[in-house]
């Protein structure tokens, strides 16, 4: 009874690593990655990489998509499409484009393409409920879109126009995002995040219609940490970054503003993108000049900041840099110096350390597939 019983033990130990060699065999090695381009240099458009997660290295370059400027890139959730802004005045008469693409095999594959109502447009999101908006720079507005159930562009779209809201700043709408509480805007040239509330099938002011940062800040990308109650907001010149409170009543109040650059540093510098690391422990923040990547950690009770360091992003002008689905790597796409910088990061002290470094004419935008 007992050799029967030993035999047995080791027979289910014997198909328990073998499951678990099997399980380990299939897990992924290599992450897909789009990368968007400006494309009045080397650059055609959209390409693919594949980043291989032993080594830090990006593999093979391939063009996805011939496309002008396409600056911004957003996957869809269900990663069943793909959608690239256009940064352009020429796409029609009104300004850039915004074109949808469905994803197949991990190749691109044209939907269709429509205008954002305005100039230069820099940046697309997507809601969960079947919306696309796409910020114009230029135009100073905002386009919203509803989307067909196979993902591409329905109809015309809704325009929030900035432009009237004040007669003496120039409204730059540099980002716009959905949430759960609605839209927000952030407008460079009018320091604020501007807010909207969905009314049947139109957004229209919100409750709180401006969250205001100082004259002169710039705000220009934004993120939410701690299930939306902490909203930090990166402010490209005058290179900070706000944090803000969200309040009984549900609007956003200023409760600290750190600076982005080095003690001393006097040389002109302008700040780019933000993210949250995926534990909501570390925030990082990209500076164009100084060439950074900032670090902050992140009190996990009161959201507030608190300067790990900075990084070089070993190259110029670093636009917008992605962090991998796992938070394991971060990546930087520095548009001046033609080259993207692929950093290990320590899930623990939120450092980074260079891994690898790969040449592409004016990366812009890392979007990752898985």
């Keep these: 009874m007992k050799k029967t019983l030993l035999l047995g033990l080791v027979l289910m130990a014997g ?16 992450h897909t990655l789009f990368v968007g381009t400006y494309t009045n240099g080397d650059s055609e458009g959209i ?3 594949t980043l291989d997660v032993a080594t830090g290295a990006l593999g093979t370059q391939e063009l996805a998509a011939k496309l002008k400027n396409p600056s911004y ?15 352009t005045g020429d796409f029609d008469s009104l ?10 095999d991990g190749a691109l594959e044209v939907q269709n393409s429509k205008g954002t109502q305005g ?3 820099c940046h697309v999101s997507l809601s969960e409920d079947g919306y696309l908006a796409a910020a114009n720079y230029g135009g100073g507005n905002v386009a919203l879109y509803q989307l067909n159930d196979d993902g591409s562009l329905a109809g015309e779209p809704q325009v929030i126009d900035h432009k009237i809201l004040d007669t003496t700043r120039t409204s730059r709408a540099h980002m716009a995002k959905f949430t759960k509480d609605g839209l927000f805007v952030a407008d460079l040239g009018l320091d604020g995040i501007k807010r909207y509330k969905r ?16 004259a002169g800040a710039g705000p220009r990308h934004f993120t939410f940490g701690k299930d939306g109650s902490i909203l930090y907001v990166i402010n490209e010149l005058n290179s900070t970054v706000s944090v803000f409170e969200k309040d009984s009543q549900g609007s956003y109040q200023e409760i600290q503003t750190e600076s982005t650059l080095a003690e001393g540093y006097t040389e002109k510098s302008y700040c780019a993108d933000i993210h949250l690391s995926p534990d909501g422990k570390f925030l990082y923040g990209s500076n164009r000049g100084e060439n950074t990547i900032v670090i902050f950690d992140v009190d996990q009770e009161s959201g507030k900041l608190t300067l790990v360091g900075r990084e070089s992003v070993r190259g110029d002008w670093p636009r917008n840099f992605s962090l991998d689905p796992t938070g394991e790597f971060l990546l930087v796409a520095n548009q001046r110096s033609d080259n993207i910088i692929v950093f290990k990061r320590d899930a623990e002290k939120g450092t980074l350390q260079f891994l690898s470094e790969t040449n592409l004419g004016s990366p812009v935008c890392i979007a990752f597939l898985n």
């Design 47 to 49: 390409y693919k990489y």
């Design 73 to 87: 890139l957003k996957i869809s959730e269900d990663k069943d499409n793909l959608y690239a802004i256009q940064e």
């Design 95 to 104: 300004g850039g484009g915004v074109t949808a693409f469905r994803l197949k």
């Design 15 to 30: 198909i328990a690593c073998k499951e678990k060699a099997e399980k380990k065999s299939e897990e992924k090695t290599t």
């Design 119 to 121: 100039n230069g447009p």
């Design 199 to 214: 009314k049947g099938d139109q957004y229209v002011v919100g409750d709180q219609a401006s969250i205001d940062l100082a």
